[in-house]
């Protein structure tokens, strides 16, 4: 069965928006690594969204038909004319790969991607979580602290890494209202 796509070929800075919010979150995320969760790189890579590792997820390198096998027809994507960046949007989930990160048009890699409803959950040493659930389920973790004074949880295989998991909850009720992927490099 042949899908129907919507692919939007960004020809102007307006249609950039979706690159723009992953810098901005990149950016706006530079102070909050100072205390995370440390992971074995291996651990890292084998961090899973809907059972598919980290690093099959990377592997695909954004290639359209790659992650269509993984994930399944995007609700929209945007793919960048130039091969600069490659967006993916799902009912909850959005996910993008960057050339200009790598400084590699033939090497996007994976920039960032962003879980905002239960229909995607993140496993992380084997525990599997997602939007909603307490954080208790994650057991013994650091905290650390937002630049706006905010609680986060983040995992990272060294300290000071370029990429990591950042895990942002209510603190009122101790439930997971984000889950995000950044890649600093």
């Known amino acids: 069965m042949v899908h129907q796509k919507k692919i939007q070929i960004v020809t102007n800075l307006r249609n950039m928006k979706n690159i723009t919010i992953i810098l901005l979150i990149a950016f706006s995320s530079l102070g909050q690594c100072q205390t995370g969760n440390i992971i074995t790189e291996s651990e890292f890579d084998n961090i899973k969204i809907n059972g598919i590792s980290l690093l099959n997820i990377k592997n695909t390198l954004g290639e359209q038909n790659a992650m269509e096998s993984l994930f399944g027809v995007p609700n929209d994507e945007t793919i960048d004319p130039d091969g600069e ?60 602290t937002t630049n706006n004074g905010s609680p986060s949880i983040v995992y990272m295989h060294c300290e000071g890494c370029n990429n990591f998991i950042i895990i942002r ?17």
């Open 85 to 144: 960046f490659t967006n993916f949007e799902y009912n909850g989930f959005s996910i993008g790969f960057s050339a200009l990160l790598s400084g590699d048009l033939n090497q996007p890699i994976l920039g960032a991607f962003q879980i905002t409803n239960g229909n995607y959950n993140i496993s992380i040493q084997d525990i599997t979580f997602t939007i909603g659930d307490n954080i208790s389920l994650l057991g013994n973790i650091v905290f650390n």
């Open 169 to 185: 909850f209510n603190q009122l009720t101790n439930t997971i209202t984000d889950i995000q992927y950044i890649e600093q490099s």
